[in-house]
Nanobody
Framework: QVQLVESGGGLVQAGGSLRLSCAAS????????MGWYRQAPGKQRELVAGITPGGRTNYADSVKGRFTISRDNGKNTVYLQMNSLKPEDTAVYYCNLVTNVIYWGQGTQVTVSS
């Protein structure tokens, strides 16, 4: 059984920063990618950022230059540093782990006030 435990969400003013963490535990084999998705009310879930074990990253255009994804392979943990936050970044953020199975965290709320 694989578990993803997220932390770090909250309420912040526009222009502020937050750091999300996601720790994976359990029987984890052959990680392909870890990453973050988000879902705002009334919208589809979208990719925010992803990272491979080798450190290759990809970002949604809307967060490039503001968000940074990183990982600690030894701890099976992925981080999302979010700077210059905007109200449109408000969403539930979900951690994602891809092996031969796709795993999701429970989600953490990020609210950016204007």
């Amino acid at each position: 059984q694989v578990q993803l435990v997220e932390s770090g969400g909250g309420l912040v003013q526009a222009g502020g920063s937050l750091r999300l963490s996601c720790a994976a535990s359990g029987s984890i084999f052959s990680i392909k990618t870890m990453g973050w998705y988000r879902q705002a009310p009334g919208k589809q879930r979208e990719l925010v950022a992803g990272i491979t074990p080798g450190g290759r990253t990809n970002y949604a255009d809307s967060v490039k230059g503001r968000f940074t994804i990183s990982r600690d392979n030894g701890k099976n943990t992925v981080y999302l540093q979010m700077n210059s936050l905007k109200p449109e970044d408000t969403a539930v953020y979900y951690c994602n782990l891809v092996t031969n199975v796709i795993y999701w965290g429970q989600g953490t709320q990020v609210t950016v006030s204007s």
